[in-house]
DNA sequence: TTGAAAGCGCTAACAC
DNA sequence: GTGTTAGCGCTTTCAA
């Protein structure tokens, strides 16, 4: 294995030296530089990441925990595993797999081991029960969702209220009057992520905002519950005409339903949703959607901890803005 | 931060003894065991990762480079690096994620820099360029598929020629005489990762096997040569009656063309697919069907890695047996 | 602008 | 069964 004293002794030069040129913690004459370069492309050198972590304490190696629950649209998670992927390579940093299975375990000991420098906490619940512990861990960490209490944690996300406003305001410009929400299964409402409320509340917000009629539905993700629940709309609700559908498995079956019974979409009907973008373009009519941008999202996330790792200071919270894609749907 | 010294000095032994006491490399007395415990857990040591990786030249990590090209289907990888992520864990080893962009730059980086001890390298290509890289790296490594040439290497995949087979078996099975393969597109057959070849082997195979009449189309992934395939194979083969799809986003369209031609599945067409359960589950008419094993693949992959660091022999290929789960559609 | 040298915290000979 | 100690390869003071 070359090391870096085998570097320094082929470029004449002392160790320390050759450190500092690949750290550029302190000037290196041009002539130098070159030298030590040519040195290092020569012989191959890589420098030991154990020995660099022990001796800098940074291991360049941020923990991602990602979610494994159902009701998690999977390939969100993956678009966003890997932004934080690319992300985190533009910073030289690497990137560790935690799932959500080992829980305060996982995150206590890759921090406390220093295995990694930093940690980025997907999914993150109302009441998330690893809220403490990321408090006190003397590491920096970035949650993607926001709990109840936010205080002293970096968070970021979508932002669901205004998304769910987005949705409200294209119906309204549609010329939309009488418009509905169909939301997560009711349990999800109590607790987890909170973004369900927050959709319900942007959306009521704007519907008053537009002088709409507006009503919130919560639903089952069958599509047994998408039946019901759209023959009962239509009961209930002869003047709907325009639907905003945050409830990524019903996207479908909602769509069918309404179709089965007769109504032309978007003549008739006309669905918006907040929903992975895959969804909004597979469903029977591709429908008007606002996704959350993982993409962004992650590498928002990796920005924000290489700040904080360098103890600039950062936003507590970053809501990203909702950006909508108009499609058949409306 | 607690040491090992620290612990050491508390429990009044030598920091190797607490060392071998938790690599349990050397015979401790249980007395001293119990002391050296109970120091650790009151000072709440945790060992240094880098300083553990520099001295006993074992970071502890595997890399697990995953692919982000479209045309893989994104949950069945994340199924895979969560089963990986978890068998690690049962190992004492964590997981550092890459993704194919980085190619070989990627993998030499983690290999050379003491990083990663271990590789594993999903969607591996008839004749990937990342070959020839894996042959030479000093670490070792476990490869999800089969190139052309496996030799020097360790692979395991679904046994995708028999699982060809499986659905041919089951069809035979149902008395049906006359069935047809629907594959991959053309291009796949030409390179890629070679199990179109596979499982159009096996098919064939077992055909012959069972003495029916079949034939093999291979179709590109799109609803609207779908729907040409199925009116053409209904034209051509008047007497078919079942079908193996290989092309996961064929399944629900071609179901639905053949329903709308008519055509009762499973009392006119019988239908089986290689796909993930997932699809399978949410077709019009749910698909008898063989999955990928995801879960069982990461977790060997590991089980085949640790033993090859611990210098134990492995064989060079490990073919999962198919298992098929019969559905509605047949 | 560069060098010398003291660690970083741990493991694994080697010695007893 | 346990202790002593020399590194592992790098970074970073301190000194020049």
Same mark, same amino acid.
Request: charged share 20%; aromatic share 4%.
């Given at each position: 294995?070359?090391?870096? /004293?085998? $570097?320094?002794?082929?470029?004449?030069?002392?160790?320390?030296?050759?450190?500092?040129?690949?750290?550029?913690?302190?000037?290196?004459?041009?002539?130098?530089?070159?030298?030590?370069?040519?040195?290092?492309?020569?012989?191959?050198?890589?420098?030991?990441?154990?020995?660099?972590?022990?001796?800098?304490?940074?291991?360049?190696?941020?923990?991602?925990?990602?979610?494994?629950?159902?009701?998690?649209?999977?390939?969100?998670?993956?678009?966003?595993?890997?932004?934080?992927? /690319?992300?985190?390579?533009?910073?030289?940093?690497? $990137?560790?797999?935690?799932?959500?299975?080992?829980?305060?375990?996982?995150?206590?000991?890759?921090?406390? /081991?220093?295995?990694?420098?930093?940690?980025?906490?997907?999914?993150?619940?109302?009441?998330?029960?690893?809220?403490?512990?990321?408090?006190?861990?003397?590491?920096?960490?970035?949650? %993607?969702?926001?709990?109840?209490?936010?205080?002293?944690?970096?968070?970021?996300?979508?932002?669901?209220?205004?998304?769910?406003?987005?949705?409200?305001?294209?119906?309204?410009?549609?010329?939309?009057? !009488?418009?509905?929400?169909?939301?997560?299964?009711?349990?999800?409402?109590?607790?987890?992520?909170?973004?369900?409320?927050?959709?319900?509340?942007?959306?009521?917000?704007?519907?008053?905002?537009?002088?709409?009629?507006?009503?919130?539905?919560?639903?089952?993700?069958?599509?047994?519950?998408?039946?019901?629940?759209?023959?009962?709309?239509?009961?209930?609700?002869?003047?709907? !005409?325009?639907?905003?559908?945050?409830?990524?498995?019903?996207?479908?079956?909602? !769509?069918?339903?309404?179709?089965?019974?007769?109504?032309? %979409?978007?003549?008739?009907?006309?669905?918006?949703?907040?929903?992975?973008?895959? /969804?909004?373009?597979?469903?029977?009519?591709?429908?008007?959607?606002?996704?959350?941008?993982?993409?962004?999202?992650?590498?928002?996330?990796?920005?924000?901890?290489?700040?904080?790792?360098?103890?600039?200071?950062?936003?507590?919270?970053?809501?990203?803005?909702?950006?909508?894609?108009?499609?058949?749907?409306?």
């Amino acid at each position: 294995m070359v090391k870096i /004293t085998d $570097v320094a002794r082929h470029a004449g030069v002392s160790p320390s030296t050759v450190s500092y040129a690949l750290s550029g913690k302190r000037p290196i004459t041009e002539d130098t530089r070159r030298r030590i370069e040519e040195s290092i492309r020569e012989l191959g050198y890589r420098p030991h990441a154990g020995a660099r972590a022990l001796a800098s304490s940074r291991s360049n190696v941020i923990a991602l925990v990602i979610p494994l629950r159902t009701g998690v649209h999977v390939p969100v998670v993956m678009q966003f595993a890997a932004s934080v992927v /690319t992300a985190a390579r533009r910073y030289d940093h690497d $990137v560790l797999l935690l799932t959500q299975e080992e829980g305060d375990e996982g995150l206590r000991r890759v921090a406390d /081991t220093s295995l990694a420098d930093a940690l980025i906490v997907m999914d993150v619940q109302l009441h998330d029960t690893r809220l403490p512990l990321l408090r006190t861990l003397d590491r920096p960490s970035v949650l %993607i969702g926001f709990p109840a209490d936010p205080s002293g944690l970096t968070c970021i996300d979508l932002d669901f209220r205004a998304a769910g406003g987005a949705c409200v305001d294209h119906l309204a410009e549609k010329g939309h009057r !009488t418009i509905a929400l169909i939301g997560s299964p009711p349990a999800v409402y109590a607790r987890e992520t909170g973004f369900a409320q927050r959709v319900a509340q942007g959306f009521t917000a704007a519907a008053d905002g537009h002088g709409l009629s507006s009503s919130v539905h919560p639903c089952d993700p069958t599509p047994a519950a998408a039946k019901e629940l759209a023959g009962r709309l239509l009961r209930t609700h002869p003047d709907l !005409t325009g639907l905003v559908i945050h409830n990524e498995p019903l996207v479908r079956p909602l !769509t069918e339903a309404f179709q089965a019974m007769g109504l032309r %979409i978007p003549q008739d009907l006309a669905l918006t949703a907040i929903c992975p973008d895959e /969804t909004a373009e597979q469903a029977p009519v591709p429908v008007t959607s606002v996704a959350v941008p993982a993409e962004e999202v992650g590498a928002k996330s990796v920005e924000l901890l290489m700040r904080k790792l360098e103890h600039v200071p950062v936003p507590q919270s970053t809501l990203i803005p909702p950006l909508l894609t108009q499609r058949a749907s409306s």
